[in-house]
């Protein structure tokens, strides 16, 4: 089974910074990586698939790179709304076992 | 707009069993990979199991021979079937799409609002 590591647990910033955002996967995942954001009392919402494509509707202010086991979340200008917590997400090949990173809270500073 | 709606969740005794209900709007479920996914309060998502548009089905090892999941396709509905229930269930349950390269469907692009099931006695 691929486990997922996220770092850091909790980001400290303030709207406008830059917030940089790391999954690692404990073997190659290949691009196969998606992350997602969740506020609280809401559903998670798909931000990035296939490790860099922005999900329909999600601000150019998100990126994502990455490949093989390494891959970073990049959020350029912090906007009020973008402080949650985000988790990035896999599949294995076989069996098709999904396993989801433990999430990174990005919180106002 | 593409909607998916999940019902069924409520409080129910250890042991129990409890039948949560997907409903979609403007996609079909049937053409389409489903899952479910969990979290307990406090914690993170925990992938819980997937219906392929083929119809084959796969359970995280924490519900495999306990949950079952099936698709009406008259009522465009996804079904979780939860059976020996535990408090370690205890969760809201999500229902989402997912999407992908055939066969490699990994990312879940719209997700319900989510039930809450607490399992207690």
């Known amino acids: 089974e691929i486990v997922l590591r996220q770092s850091p647990p909790t980001l400290s910033l303030s709207p406008g910074e830059r917030a940089t955002l790391s999954c690692r996967a404990s073997q190659s995942v290949s691009g196969y990586l998606a992350w997602y954001q969740q506020k609280p009392g809401q559903a998670p919402r798909l931000l990035i698939y296939d490790a860099s494509n922005r999900a329909t509707g999600i601000p150019a202010r998100f990126s994502g790179s990455g490949s093989g086991t390494d891959f970073t979340l990049t959020i350029s200008g912090l906007e009020p709304e973008d402080f949650a917590v985000y988790y990035c997400?896999?599949?294995?090949?076989?069996?098709?076992?999904?396993?989801f990173g433990p999430g990174t809270k990005l919180e106002i500073k | 707009e593409v909607q998916l709606v999940e019902t069924g969740g409520g409080l129910i005794q250890p042991g129990g069993s409890l039948r949560l209900s997907c409903g979609a709007s403007?996609?079909?479920?049937?053409?389409?990979?489903m899952t479910w996914v969990r979290q307990a309060p406090g914690k993170g998502l925990e992938w819980v199991s997937v219906l392929y548009r083929t119809g084959s089905t796969y359970y995280a090892d924490s519900v495999k021979d306990r949950f079952t999941v099936s698709r009406d396709n008259s009522n465009n509905t996804l079904y979780l079937q939860m059976n020996s229930l535990r408090a370690e269930d205890t969760a809201v349950y999500y229902c989402a799409r997912a999407r992908g390269l055939w066969g490699l469907e990994y990312y879940f692009d719209y997700w319900g609002l989510g039930t809450l099931v607490i399992v207690s006695s």
């Open positions: 403007k996609f079909t479920v049937s053409s389409n990979s």
């Open positions: 997400q896999q599949r294995s090949n076989w069996p098709p076992i999904y396993t």
